[in-house]
C-alpha cells in the first residue's frame, strides 16, 4: 500500500499539477490587418494597414465546436496586434479572427480573409512560443482609382509564367 501511495505520489501527482497550471511561456499570437482598396482578396501595393481594428483569438472543443476560450485584442498604429495566450490549447481548434474596423469606409471582412488558424500548443514540434497568423482582410465598398492597373499587371504577369 505504501510503495502505491509512493509511485502516485511520485508519477502521477506531478503530471496533475504540471496539466492543471497554465503555460510558463505564454503564446503571442501576432499578425496585421489590411484595408483591401482593391476589392481583390489578398495584398497589392494600394493595400492600407489598419489601426484600432479589433481582433480576437478563439478556441472551441475539437469534437462539440463549443467556444472554450476568447481574447480580444487592438492592432497598433501599423495594423499588428499581439495577443497574449497563457494557456496550451491542444485538444482545441483556434482561429485569430476579424471584430470590427475602426474605418467606416473600409468594414466589411473580405470573405476568405476573415479568419487565420493558429496552433496553441507546445505538443507539435514548434519550439517558438510566437504564434505568426496570416493577415486578415476588410474590403472597401468601392474599388479605389487605380486599381484596375495594378490587376492588369498580375494579369501580365501571370501570362508570362
Do not use: W
Amino acid at each position: 500500500m505504501a510503495r502505491a501511495l509512493l509511485i502516485f505520489a511520485l508519477c502521477v501527482l506531478p503530471a496533475l499539477i504540471s496539466a492543471a497550471r497554465p503555460a510558463k511561456n505564454p503564446y503571442q499570437v501576432v499578425g496585421r490587418v489590411y484595408c483591401d482598396t482593391c476589392r481583390c482578396g489578398y495584398e497589392t501595393p494600394k493595400t492600407t494597414s489598419i489601426a484600432g481594428a479589433k481582433v480576437k483569438v478563439e478556441c472551441k472543443n475539437r469534437q462539440s465546436m463549443e467556444l472554450v476560450y476568447s481574447k480580444e485584442g487592438k492592432t497598433d498604429s501599423e495594423g499588428k496586434y499581439s495577443i497574449t495566450v497563457t494557456e496550451d490549447h491542444e485538444d482545441q481548434v483556434c482561429d485569430a479572427l476579424l471584430v470590427s474596423s475602426s474605418q467606416p469606409d473600409c468594414a466589411k471582412m473580405s470573405m476568405g480573409r476573415e479568419r487565420a488558424r493558429v496552433i496553441l500548443t507546445n505538443s507539435n514540434g514548434i519550439a517558438s512560443t510566437t504564434r505568426y497568423a496570416n493577415a486578415m482582410l476588410f474590403e472597401k465598398d468601392e474599388a479605389e482609382a487605380g486599381c484596375a492597373e495594378i490587376l492588369k499587371l498580375y494579369q501580365e504577369n501571370e501570362e508570362d509564367v
